[in-house]
C-alpha cells in the first residue's frame, strides 16, 4: 500500500502547502508563540506505520485567546501536521493516527499504513466515529487504495473545512 507513488505524492503536497501557506505557518507561529516561553508548537504521541511511535504535531493554542479559538475552527492548528508529512511519520491521507495510550486498547492500526491528517474518518457523517465503524473505514481505505481517491478525499477535505460552519 505504501507505494513509492504515495509517498512522493504525500511529500509534494506537504511541502507546496507549506511553502503557499508559508505567511500563515508564520503568523501562526507568532500568534501561539508564549510571552512566558511557552513552546509553539504541541505534540501527542500517536502510533504509525508497523506500530512506530511519533509525535503528532499542532500549534498550541490557548482558548482563552480569541486568535486560538479562530486557528482550532479554521483547522489552522493542524498545520505542523505536514510536517509529519516530510518527516515520513504520516501521510496526507490514511487512516486515523491511534492514540498511544498505554493500558487502554484503541483501534488497531493497519500495520503497513501511515496514519493520515485526513481520511474516510473525517469525511464520515459523525464526526465521533470510532471503533469498529473508524476500524472498517480504515481498512476499507487501506484494501481499495488509489492515487484519484486519495485526491478525490483530499479535495472532499479542503471542501468539507471550507464550508463548516
Known amino acids: 500500500m505504501q507505494s513509492a507513488t504515495k509517498v ?3 511529500r509534494v503536497v506537504a511541502a507546496t502547502i507549506l511553502v503557499v501557506l508559508a505567511p500563515v505557518f508564520l503568523g501562526c507561529v507568532i500568534s501561539t508563540s508564549g510571552a512566558e516561553g511557552e513552546p509553539t508548537f504541541a505534540s501527542t504521541t500517536r502510533i504509525g506505520r508497523r506500530g512506530v511511535r511519533f509525535q503528532l504535531l499542532s500549534f498550541r493554542t490557548r482558548p482563552e485567546q480569541r486568535l486560538g479559538v479562530l486557528l482550532t475552527k479554521l483547522g489552522m492548528d493542524h498545520l505542523p501536521e505536514l510536517i509529519n508529512v516530510l518527516r515520513g ?3 496526507m491521507v490514511g487512516p ?5 495510550r498505554p493500558g487502554i486498547p484503541d483501534v488497531e492500526v493497519p500495520v503497513d499504513c501511515r496514519p493520515g491528517i485526513t481520511g474516510l474518518w473525517m469525511l464520515a457523517p459523525r464526526a465521533d466515529i470510532s471503533g469498529p ?3 472498517m473505514l480504515d481498512r476499507g481505505y487501506v484494501d481499495s487504495w488509489s492515487l484519484a481517491r486519495d485526491i478525490r478525499i483530499l479535495y472532499r477535505t479542503v471542501a468539507a473545512v471550507r464550508y463548516r460552519p
Not at 486515523?96 to 498511544?100: K, V
Open 8 to 10: 512522493i505524492f504525500d
Open 89 to 91: 511519520d504520516m501521510s
Open 96 to 100: 486515523r493516527p491511534a492514540a498511544d
Open 133 to 135: 465503524d473508524a476500524e
